[in-house]
């Protein structure tokens, strides 16, 4: 049951709010003053406060400010019998989650009551799922390849170099573009992340700079690209290379002047973005071959992080499977499986054309097709690969 704090230095105030809140099933504490209010949010976790704001000892504006400290997701509902607008607005810019005035209006207080649990409940689980997500980009392994990648990542992601990542397919640019994001001071902003080979040359400029609505014949309504969506974040342009040479020149002016016009549209927009890139390609050579900018390619590599392929980080191989294995029983709801030693010492054996992804494919491909226990033989028979 949802866990109610009642902070309220008038014993029946809080006898009836608790045996309101206790009606409808709630498991309610109180606390006669601030102080034993903060002692109690020190020590327990609740899911919303109500809290009056004349007390003595401590007020509730004060509680409010030292139990952001404390935990700054629990929703406080303000109570006053002298409220003013003023009041109101001070406690809101406080980060109160409502305030109500005294005698509190019975339905009043339940749907604020039941607001505050929904948003406590949302801010949970954006939390839950936002660790999930960051635990899927997770950079497994102890190789030194993979050592100087978070060494270079350690040392860029504080900063706003833009990074141009090289690799080949699977091996894990992605992560590494994830990491910088997360370890930057714009992990509370967005990452917008644009495959350049998966767009048609022609949507490309609508895709990353928008379009105003009749600009052409299927723009019926104006569109919102992605530099604008990454305003305050980090854009993350996958397999760069792939990107037409006209909106590589857009591109280019974006990041020289910081402004982009959408499609059909005349007017400048400022946009502050930081550009992770990163491509499969040589990109010197396809500069040569005039397939690539030479300057867009100056203004993206600031920073140039290079991902190993699977082969080059081979002593890696145990801890990726592990991670797979306890994914895969995760998403299927099984416990994990294990894997023989001399079936992970061929696994290590094996070429990882396909690195990290390809791994990851023949893993989940063993748990199907195994027993508890992966063995040598399965690994020969489902691998579908001869050790090189």
């Not at 102080?35 to 409010?64: A, N, Q, R, T």
């Not at 022609?202 to 969506?229: D, N, P, W, Y």
């Not at 992080?305 to 990726?320: F, G, K, Q, Y």
Request: aromatic residues 4%.
């Amino acid at each position: 049951m949802p866990k109610i704090l009642i902070i309220d230095d008038e014993r029946g105030i809080r006898s009836t709010l608790k045996e309101i809140l206790e009606y409808e099933n709630y498991t309610v504490e109180e606390a006669e003053d601030g102080e034993k209010g903060l002692d109690l949010l020190s020590k327990s976790k609740y899911d919303v406060v109500l809290c009056d704001i004349k007390m003595p000892k401590i007020d509730g504006m004060e509680v409010l400010d030292r139990s952001r400290e404390l935990n700054p997701d629990v929703p406080f509902i303000m109570i006053s019998a002298h409220g003013t607008i003023d009041t109101a607005v001070e406690a809101t810019k406080k980060g109160a989650y409502d305030f109500l005035v005294k005698p509190p209006d019975l339905n009043r207080l339940l749907v604020s009551v039941r607001n505050a649990l929904d948003k406590s409940n949302l801010v949970t689980e954006t939390k839950k799922l936002k660790k999930k997500i960051s635990k899927s980009y997770e950079m497994v392994g102890t190789s030194e390849a993979l050592e100087r990648v978070r060494k270079a990542i350690d040392k860029v992601a504080l900063t706003d170099a833009r990074v141009l990542i090289t690799g080949p397919n699977g091996a894990g640019k992605e992560m590494v573009a994830r990491q910088l994001h997360e370890k930057s001071n714009r992990a509370s902003g967005p990452m917008v992340e644009v495959n350049c080979a998966a767009i048609p040359g022609e949507l490309i400029e609508s895709e990353l700079f928008g379009h105003e609505k009749g600009s052409f014949t299927s723009a019926v309504k104006q569109r919102i690209g992605k530099f604008e969506q990454a305003n305050g974040g980090t854009l993350f342009l996958d397999e760069i290379g792939d990107m037409s040479l006209s909106a590589q020149a857009k591109v280019l002016r974006a990041l020289q002047e910081n402004k982009i016009t959408r499609v059909g549209g005349e007017k400048e927009i400022p946009v502050d973005v930081r550009v992770v890139a990163a491509t499969n390609k040589d990109l010197l050579k396809e500069i040569e071959a005039k397939n690539f900018r030479e300057d867009l390619y100056h203004r993206l590599g600031v920073i140039l992080i290079h991902v190993p392929p699977l082969n080059e980080r081979r002593d890696d191989i145990p801890a990726l499977v592990e991670k797979f294995l306890q994914d895969i029983a995760q998403d299927h709801g099984t416990k994990p499986k294990t894997v023989a030693k001399n079936a992970m010492e061929y696994l290590q054996k094996l070429d990882w054309r396909g690195n990290i992804r390809e791994l990851r494919n023949v893993v989940e491909r063993l748990v199907i097709m195994s027993d508890a226990e992966i063995t040598e033989e399965d690994v020969k028979l489902y691998a579908g690969k001869a050790a090189v």
